[in-house]
């Protein structure tokens, strides 16, 4: 079993959707959660950082955390093309520098 | 801020040949660095992680005297693909994180599309 699970899509929305993307885990000590937004021969960019469980909301996106249910996820509202890209979840526990990365999912806003 | 600079975004060399990759950190320090390779559709591998006046750490199954790394400065690291066969075309991304901090996030750099022909 992958330390983390993410669907790999393609998901394809009309503009102004509500996106939701996920990932789940299989490991309890994860503790830090972030999502990535990598467009198409470009780096990952940091959309969301978070800690524990709960919510964070930063603009159009909101990242969910449920550790009971090792299940993250990623809203994002009011959906544009410009949020056509792959988006990665991570996680790592509390020590060491291992991140843990979904394979991504590739989303695109039609417009 | 956390900008990771990363160049070339592109290379396309002979086999045979050694081509070098930069990853600065813009506005950081960073003691340490990580360099990814990432396959399509396929989640980022990590490779070695580059420590700051000290040796790399490499992930297992990656060929270090392949694959140098050396992290001179705070704000550089660099890999050097040395005898590059066409196997070893592929997408290679450095991070890094700010000041060191065991739990802050990683800050990409946009990678370097290498082409061994």
């Known amino acids: 079993q992958k330390e983390v699970e993410q669907d790999p899509g393609p998901l394809s929305v009309p503009e102004g959707a509500i996106v939701s993307l996920n990932c789940t885990y299989s490991n309890s000590a994860f503790q830090y959660f972030m999502w990535y937004r990598q467009y198409s021969r470009k780096g990952p960019e940091l959309l969301m950082y978070t800690y524990s469980s709960g919510n964070k909301e930063d603009g159009r996106f909101t990242a969910q955390v449920d550790k009971s249910s090792k299940y993250i996820s990623l809203f994002i509202r009011d959906s544009q093309p410009s949020d056509s890209a792959t988006y990665l979840c991570?996680?790592?526990?509390?020590?060491?520098?291992?991140?843990?990365f979904g394979t991504g999912t590739s989303l695109t806003v039609i417009p | 801020g956390a900008v990771v600079s990363q160049h070339p975004s592109w290379v396309i060399c002979k086999s045979g040949t050694s081509v070098k990759i930069e990853c600065r950190s813009l506005d950081f320090q960073a003691t340490t660095m990580f360099w990814y390779r990432q396959f399509p559709k396929q989640s980022l591998m990590l490779m070695a992680t580059s420590n700051e006046g000290s040796k790399a750490t490499y992930e297992q199954g990656v060929e270090k005297d392949k694959f140098l790394i050396n992290h001179a400065s705070l704000t550089l690291s660099t890999l050097t693909v040395t005898s590059a066969h066409p196997e070893d075309s592929s997408f290679y991304i450095c991070s890094a994180r700010v000041g060191g901090e065991n739990n802050s996030p990683l800050h990409f750099g946009n990678g370097t599309r290498l082409t061994v022909t």
């Open positions: 991570a996680m790592k526990g509390n020590t060491g520098n291992q991140f843990y």
